[in-house]
């Protein structure tokens, strides 16, 4: 028989490759169709999505995926579109599972990298530093404030957070509490865009964002004065 200490050490590396190999492909893709992509806007993302709701939202999943390890698109462009095309169950349910995908990969990819990329991280936005003393042990609350101050962009955060160790559960808890609000309000702004875009959804929808704004810059005021102050010693 063989040792199972030498068994052991080969199985995970199985298991790393068959994790690292679908971001690597649509890393790749993203590389490939840079050009054809960057730029596009959630109507001109139509034109590259199937007519059939079921393929269409397999595709926008897909592309969730593709932005979260390339950086192409904006993620509103894609919540957006999902709105414009798909009847409005869909989209809702689309976006959301759009939304864990794009939390999830790469954050698996701040796993396996390790302290290697969060002292990249760390060197290239020094706030990240100080902004950790929040963290204080609850890692629900720290994922979600690090996704409405202005520290680091979308999937940067999630690579930080996934190279620093933190529990899968909290992180995508956070995460999805901090950013529901934004893809709630794309997907409706799509929506309310496909059926005829009227003057008072419009007023109330910029009503919503900039009550959403002002609340993350006063959450993020707040995170300055924290991390102005001098830690304890």
């Not at 955060?157 to 899968?168: I, N």
């Amino acid at each position: 028989m063989q040792d199972e200490s030498n068994i052991r050490p080969r199985a995970k590396k199985r298991w790393l490759v068959l994790l690292v190999l679908p971001p690597a492909a649509l890393a790749a893709l993203g590389l490939i169709f840079w050009g054809q992509l960057r730029g596009l806007t959630a109507a001109e993302l139509l034109n590259y999505l199937p007519a059939s709701v079921p393929l269409a939202a397999l595709s926008l999943i897909g592309l969730h995926g593709l932005k979260s390890l390339s950086l192409v698109f904006p993620l509103a462009v894609l919540q957006v579109a999902g709105g414009l095309l798909l009847p409005t169950g869909w989209a809702f349910a689309v976006n959301l599972a759009g939304m864990l995908v794009s939390l999830s990969l790469p954050y698996g990819v701040g796993r396996f990298t390790g302290n290697q990329l969060w002292r990249w991280l760390c060197a290239r936005f020094p706030r990240i530093q100080a902004i950790e003393r929040f963290e204080a042990g609850n890692n629900l609350l720290f994922a979600a404030i690090l996704r409405l101050v202005d520290v680091l962009p979308f999937d940067l955060v999630s690579w930080y957070l996934g190279s620093t160790g933190v529990a899968y559960g909290p992180y995508l808890a956070g995460s999805v509490i901090g950013n529901l609000a934004d893809m709630v309000m794309n997907t409706w702004l799509g929506i309310a865009l496909s059926d005829g875009l009227d003057w008072r959804q419009l007023l109330l929808w910029l009503v919503l964002k900039i009550i959403s704004l002002l609340a993350a810059r006063a959450l993020n005021r707040r995170v300055n004065e924290r991390c102005r102050k001098p830690t304890e010693t």
